[in-house]
């Protein structure tokens, strides 16, 4: 199956400087990276997300890198805010398959601590 | 908005136990999902189903059943708890599209303490 790695598993920043957080996956056949923000004690949301048909997508403040050949994705945050501070997961899964298509293998998140 | 409710925030059970953990989502989701989540390993998940009284294991099923009689409710048991179940457990939804993912909603999350 899926095996999705994660680093670093935390990251302190200034506020106004860039964050990055790296994954890789193993699966050379997942189609589809999210990512995920959970807030200090609330539920995981939807922040960004990529298809393997592009190579980068970007959304404001964020922005995210797909290398295929490599099979890794990253998430840049620029000018971190200190409501950037989170647990960030990265995931990824392959589209198109009933059933399997939904089912997202997570890494291991990163604790992202914005200092002010 | 769509809301994905979980039956309790804080639950504390006794090894050996038979645990309940119920879902509800309230907007038409085929698909509903049980994770556990644990500090440095992610989210992992447990059970998911996609259509009523379907269910499809996850990557760490072992020790959980789980029930789908019902679209909007999804219920994740253990059988016999364990102290290695104590944990935080997610439940999310997502519509079903077979071409693309959709975006998971996610519970508050039950923390579980099996003493």
């Known amino acids: 199956g899926e095996n999705v790695e994660q680093h670093p598993s935390t990251l302190s920043v200034q506020e106004g400087d860039s964050a990055v957080i790296k994954c890789t996956y193993s699966d050379s056949a997942s189609n589809y990276f999210p990512w995920y923000k959970q807030e200090l004690g609330k539920r995981p949301q939807l922040i960004i997300d990529?298809?393997?048909?592009?190579g980068e997508k970007k959304d404001q403040r964020i922005a995210v890198t797909l290398n295929k050949t490599a099979k890794h994705f990253s998430l840049h945050i620029t000018e971190t805010q200190p409501e950037d501070s989170a647990v960030y997961f990265c995931a990824a899964s392959l589209e198109g398959i009933k059933a399997a298509g939904n089912k997202l293998t997570f890494g291991g998140g990163t604790r992202v601590l914005v200092k002010p | 908005d769509v809301k994905v409710t979980q039956s309790s925030r804080y639950l504390v059970k006794r090894t050996g136990e038979k645990v309940f953990l119920e879902c509800v989502q309230d907007?038409?989701?085929?698909?509903m999902f049980w994770y556990r989540q644990d500090p440095g390993l992610g989210l992992r998940l447990i059970y998911f189903?996609?259509?009523?009284?379907?269910?499809e294991k996850g990557d760490i099923p072992e020790g959980y059943s789980v029930s789908r009689e019902k679209k909007e409710r999804f219920s994740l048991i253990l059988e016999s708890a364990s102290t290695n179940q104590t944990s935080m457990y997610l439940c999310?939804?997502?519509?079903?599209?077979?071409?693309?993912?959709?975006?998971?909603?996610f519970g508050s999350g039950t923390q579980l303490s099996v003493l």
């Open positions: 907007m038409d989701h085929e698909n």
């Open positions: 990529i298809r393997s048909n592009v």
């Open positions: 999310a939804s997502s519509q079903d599209r077979e071409e693309s993912n959709e975006k998971l909603f």
């Open positions: 189903s996609y259509d009523v009284k379907m269910k």
